[in-house]
């Protein structure tokens, strides 16, 4: 992997997730904020943006979502960080965008006491969204097809989460919408985790999962033989006997 091909990923996260939350603020704020008109517009623009940005840098435009992949083990841990940081960037940028816009600070919508119901509604409409995904990655979906299934995830996502919170499912989207709370944050990675999980486990094609098994046995193997090459080399490795003068 080029440099180039690096940067454009991390680009790619970052400009996706700006531009979702941008999307997001700005329908969620108007006069038509309300849920169905939210959830569409929003599943829209990811669509969209899987469409244009997901063969570089697969589309996630989510923290939750790189988190639940690397679960899955479909994305390795310093890119995850990576991810993860730009994405929470292009929420920033995309909240003092709008406050520029605006001309003030966007109010908080996040509420000033922690709510279970909140963090389950997240976490319950961040799992539908998430399976969406799993099934897009294992069925191998690209391009129409695979913004079309994870857009339409998130769309189904929102209006399910929006019974009992402010359907965000996406945590830079939460920083940048200013709807920032424990419940805003865990709730969707929870979702994202369970979702995933959850169609791998029962859904998922059998060659996958044996896939998934091959490689922990691998390394498991690699790790024995490295552990005994290691005790080899050390007991080659024993002093030389001193001579008698």
């Keep these: 992997m080029t440099v180039r091909s690096k940067i454009a990923m991390l680009a790619a996260e ?3 997730s700006a531009i979702l939350a941008t999307v997001a603020i700005n329908i969620s704020r108007s006069q038509i904020g309300i849920g169905y008109f939210v959830a569409i517009g929003v599943g829209l623009t990811y669509g969209l943006l899987v469409i244009a940005l997901g063969s570089t840098s697969g589309g996630h435009f989510n923290p939750a ?16 960080i990576a991810y993860l940081a730009v994405q ?42 998430a399976f969406m ?9 690209e391009g129409g097809k695979a913004a ?3 857009g339409g995830g998130l769309v189904v996502g929102i209006i399910v989460a929006s019974l009992a919170s402010n ?13 920032w709370s424990r419940a805003y944050i865990f709730g969707p990675i929870i979702g994202s985790v369970i979702g995933m999980n959850l169609y ?32 080899t080399r050390t007991t080659k490795k024993k002093p030389a006997a001193r001579k008698k003068r």
């Design 14 to 16: 970052f400009l996706g």
């Design 65 to 80: 979502v790189t988190i639940g992949l690397w679960t899955l083990r479909k994305i390795q841990t310093i890119q995850a």
């Design 88 to 129: 929470m960037l292009g929420g920033l940028a995309a909240w003092q965008l709008a406050n520029y816009f605006l001309g003030d600070d966007l109010r908080s919508i996040a509420g000033n006491t922690f709510d279970w119901k909140i963090l389950v509604a997240e976490a319950v409409g961040m799992a539908v969204f």
């Design 133 to 141: 995904v799993a099934a897009a990655v294992y069925q191998r979906y």
């Design 148 to 150: 079309a299934l994870m």
């Design 167 to 179: 359907a965000i499912l996406n945590p830079a989207v939460a920083l940048a919408n200013q709807s």
């Design 200 to 231: 791998v486990l029962l859904f998922a094609p059998a060659n996958a999962l044996l896939v998934r098994s091959t490689k922990t046995e691998d390394a498991k193997v690699v790790k024995t033989k490295a552990a005994a090459t290691r005790t």
